[in-house]
Nanobody, 126 residues
């Protein structure tokens, strides 16, 4: 069993930055694809960024060049640095984990994931 707790959300002006954190407990994150999803009101949950067991990263086209996913294996933490935020980034951001062992391909569908955090709200004011 894995527990995920997100933090770092809040209200930021357009053009600003936020750093989200996901604290994992129960199992080391090395055997997982660790991913950030987001869900805006009235929209489906969408893939944002993933970091695989080997450190490989994947990004949605909408955030490429602005967001950076990273991890601290020793602390069992995953981060999402978000820069140049705009109103379309407003959403609840969720941390998710999928058991992958040494498979490093991207997993962009939310129903492929095994564990979820409770989410953290990010609001970008224009």
């Amino acid at each position: 069993q894995v527990q995920l707790v997100e933090s770092g959300g809040g209200l930021v002006q357009a053009g600003g930055s936020l750093r989200l954190a996901c604290a994992a407990s129960g199992r080391p994150i090395l055997g997982f694809a660790m991913t950030w999803f987001r869900q805006a009101p009235g929209k489906d949950r969408e893939f944002v960024a993933q970091i695989g067991w080997n450190g490989a990263t994947y990004y949605a086209d909408s955030v490429k060049g602005r967001f950076t996913i990273s991890r601290d294996i020793a602390k069992n933490m995953v981060y999402l640095q978000m820069n140049s935020l705009n109103s379309e980034d407003t959403a609840v951001y969720y941390c998710a984990a999928k058991v992958t062992f040494i498979d490093s391909k991207s997993y962009v569908k939310s129903n492929e994931y095994d564990y979820w955090g409770q989410g953290t709200q990010v609001t970008v004011s224009s």
